[in-house]
């Protein structure tokens, strides 16, 4: 007869010679390995327990430390999951505000972009409006100096006609009226000067005016690009961000996924422990029923012992 005999040497005895596809005590049928032959040890690395007691609470030791090491991954799987949904919430709640502050931002220059276009085209109505003035004023003066060049030709026919007057009372009274006339004309022209000044005047300081509130806008608007370029050096910065905390999820995901693999792993471990557990509760209760038998035994055979005697 041939037995395989256990790696404890726990003097329990499995017939592998006439039942080669049951071998230990687990009663798992497989095909057998080339290097299992009848009265030879099984390697090192392929040893498979008994159900001898040392084997026993070996086992169960082992299927201990599985459960707390599948528990640890269980707990730390939690903490990855909740740290993911948390990295997300800030990653979404971030973005929402720069998505605000932008917004704000584009609002702005739009309103600064309408009021410069709006000052750009009264600007443009006032140079324009005062180009007229201007060409009006060099009229006037044109016009003027075409009338004292007619009252200085008026001087000379009044000269030169002077002594073809038939009286000197008819000469003079000719030329007051024709000094009253130039004077009302010149009068008129004067008048027409002062208000086209004072117009110009008017003209003059809303065009100062305008210029200086287009220096305030152009300092405005200055702000606001600035403003802007932080704007975007802070989208780059947050840009980054969410490009590190991207690849911190990918990370963590990849963790995630190593860390399924091992409970898969454990699990399986686990259920094979479980399925190599079983047969052991079983012989387990096969023994235990034997002791019972023994017991039954032995306390009969004390019985026939005390009749004996």
Known sequence: MKYWSCSNDCRRLTLAARRPAILWSNR??????SWESPGQRRP???????SCSTHFSTRMLRW????????????QLKES?????????????????????????????EEVRLTLTDAFKQF???SKKAQEDEDTITRLREELKASKEELAASEAERTSAQPELSTPQQGLSALQDQLTTSQAEN???????????????????????????????????????????IGRSQLQHLDMLRQQSEAELIEKNEHLGSLQVGILGYQRVVAELHAELAPCQENLQSI???LQDLQVLHQQSEAKVSKCC
Not at 28 to 33: D, E, Q
């Open 28 to 33: 798992r049928t497989f095909s057998r390995p």
């Open 44 to 50: 090192r690395g392929h040893r498979r327990w008994c």
């Open 64 to 75: 201990s430390a599985c459960t707390a090491r599948f528990a640890g991954l269980q707990h």
């Open 81 to 109: 999951e909740g740290h993911v949904q948390a990295l997300g919430m800030e990653k979404a709640q971030q973005q929402d505000a720069h998505r605000k502050e932008a917004c704000e931002l584009a609002t702005g220059l």
């Open 124 to 126: 443009e109505r006032n």
């Open 187 to 229: 009068e008129d022209t004067l008048r027409q000067l002062f208000e086209r000044s004072q117009e110009l005047g008017f003209l003059h300081a809303g065009i100062l005016w305008y210029q200086r509130m287009l220096a305030e806008l152009h300092t405005e608007l200055e702000q606001y690009r600035e403003n802007a370029q």
């Open 288 to 290: 235990h029923c034997q």
